[in-house]
């Protein structure tokens, strides 16, 4: 099932991806019903349930956009899908294009959907090339 599961992953990864996501079908689509996501551990709650999720994303739709990926890693166990990557997005205010290097952990259920969804960066690199302060970090990276 771990080949299954990447091609998952690399499918929901791919259509979050593409221009402006439609989170709503991406999640139906790809997550369980109860599913949480952690866009930074350990800074940030995780949001949990599809809806909250989607609000989540939607909330970082709204500090940049055109969201770029390359996979540079993957593997996978029974249970999870690891990748390391590369997301590089457009600033909403000033248009820039910054990039980041990541790593995410995917928790896969018994029914192959994602039922858990972890994100780990240098928080220092982002702060930098942001150009923000710590405080100002905690603001945006704050659930609305």
Same mark, same amino acid.
């Given at each position: 099932?771990?080949?299954?599961?990447?091609?998952?992953?690399?499918?929901? =990864?791919?259509?979050?991806?593409?221009?402006?996501?439609?989170?709503?079908?991406? #999640?139906?689509?790809?997550?369980?019903? *109860? +599913?949480? %996501?952690?866009? =930074?551990?350990?800074?940030?709650?995780?949001?949990?349930?599809?809806? +909250?999720?989607?609000?989540? =994303?939607?909330?970082? %739709?709204?500090?940049? &956009?055109?969201? *770029?990926?390359?996979?540079? $890693?993957?593997?996978?166990?029974?249970?999870?899908?690891?990748?390391?990557?590369?997301?590089?997005?457009? #600033?909403?205010?000033?248009?820039?294009?910054?990039?980041?290097?990541?790593?995410?952990?995917?928790?896969?259920?018994?029914?192959?959907?994602?039922?858990?969804?972890?994100? %780990? %960066? !240098? &928080?220092? !690199? =982002?702060?930098?090339? #942001?150009?923000?302060?710590? !405080?100002?970090?905690?603001?945006?990276? +704050?659930? $609305?």
């Amino acid at each position: 099932m771990t080949i299954a599961h990447e091609v998952h992953v690399k499918a929901f =990864l791919d259509g979050f991806h593409e221009g402006r996501p439609d989170f709503k079908k991406l #999640l139906d689509t790809y997550f369980s019903d *109860d +599913a949480f %996501y952690q866009p =930074l551990v350990p800074m940030r709650v995780p949001s949990r349930g599809r809806e +909250a999720i989607r609000a989540e =994303l939607e909330r970082q %739709y709204e500090f940049y &956009s055109d969201c *770029d990926c390359i996979i540079h $890693a993957m593997g996978s166990s029974d249970s999870h899908v690891f990748t390391e990557r590369t997301d590089t997005v457009t #600033l909403n205010h000033d248009n820039r294009r910054i990039e980041t290097r990541l790593n995410a952990v995917f928790d896969i259920d018994a029914n192959g959907k994602i039922c858990g969804w972890r994100e %780990y %960066y !240098d &928080s220092g !690199d =982002l702060i930098k090339k #942001l150009g923000v302060t710590m !405080d100002q970090f905690e603001q945006i990276m +704050a659930a $609305a």
